[in-house]
């Protein structure tokens, strides 16, 4: 069975992102074992640190999955400094990262009507400088995202069959 790496690009608990990486975990069922990163344990990149136990367990997490799905907010026409800053981590060294070859699937979530289109552009020509394999699927984007959150939960049905429908194309994938 196949290991996702989820990686939410918001830190707050109650984000949309987080909302959206529950439901499609959820929906996977017993299709794929899934793990959530905590990119908030990370300290900001500085190359001349090398041996802090958060950057450890985030490549070593990385590492061991078969596949990083990212669900990330747009901020300011792109990513968060917080998944930024992770993803700095673990490219290093340059061209032979944890990251070189490693399957990719990207969602990305706004509050507007865009879904996080920009934000997706950014992370998948970041994840391509990184020899990173993004998987080539329509952009999964969640419009007005946090109009579909209730207590914590992401409820937009049509939203979620698109993302499960493409997700399940990531893991097919990830069997040859």
Known sequence: ???????????????????????????????????????????????????????????????????VVFVTPEYNYSVPGVLKNAIDWASRPAFASVFVDKPCFVVTTSGGALGGVRAQAHLKYVLNGMLARVFPCKEVVVPMANASVTDGVFENDAVLAFAEENLAGFLASLDG
């Open 1 to 67: 069975m196949p290991r996702l790496l989820f990686i939410p690009g918001s830190l707050r608990a109650a984000s949309s992102s987080r909302a959206v990486v529950r439901a499609l975990i959820g929906r996977l069922g017993c299709g794929a074992n899934c793990d959530t990163a905590d990119i908030g344990l990370l300290p900001h990149y500085n190359a001349d640190v090398q041996d802090d136990p958060a950057v450890a367990a985030f490549i070593s997490a990385i590492a061991q999955s078969d596949g």
